[in-house]
Each structure stands twice: as structure tokens, then as C-alpha cells.
């Protein structure tokens, strides 16, 4: 009767867990790329070209979306 009673989702408790998770890694990733104070008075501001900007968001971005397609391929295997 219990086991009437349990959800059954398609996705288990680990893949709802690792999918949480690399959401937040991509949060993270768009963080780090967002922009700082933008300057009113028209001078260039060379930040925009930072590194944390153009290579080290834009990576952590991308393999938060990766972690993301492997958290819902993710599989438990049998124990038979």
C-alpha cells in the first residue's frame, strides 16, 4: 500500500539533485559575466574585456548546460 501511495517520477532523487546543482553553476557562470557600473560620462571602460568576462564565464556557463544534459541522462544501474 505504500508503494501505491509513493510518486513515481521518471527522473530519480540523484538527477533532481545534480540538475539543482548545475543550475546553480550556471547562475554562477552568468554572474561572473555580468557587467559592472556602466560609465554615463561616455569614457570606455576596458573591464568589458576582462577575462572573468569573455573565457572564464562563458566556460562555466557551458558546462553547467553539459552537466545539465548529463544529470537527466543519468541512469541507476541494476543490480542484477
Excluded at 23 to 41: F, Q
Amino acid at each position: 500500500m505504500k508503494e501505491d501511495n509513493k510518486l513515481n517520477l521518471r527522473l530519480g532523487k540523484k538527477n533532481l539533485i545534480a540538475i539543482s546543482i548545475s543550475i546553480v553553476i550556471i547562475l554562477i557562470g552568468y554572474i561572473l559575466m555580468m557587467a559592472g557600473p556602466v560609465s554615463t560620462d561616455g569614457n570606455f571602460e576596458p573591464d568589458i574585456f576582462s577575462t572573468r568576462r569573455l573565457i572564464i564565464g562563458p566556460m562555466i556557463v557551458f558546462f553547467g548546460y553539459l552537466s545539465v544534459i548529463v544529470a537527466i541522462l543519468y541512469k541507476k544501474k541494476n543490480k542484477q
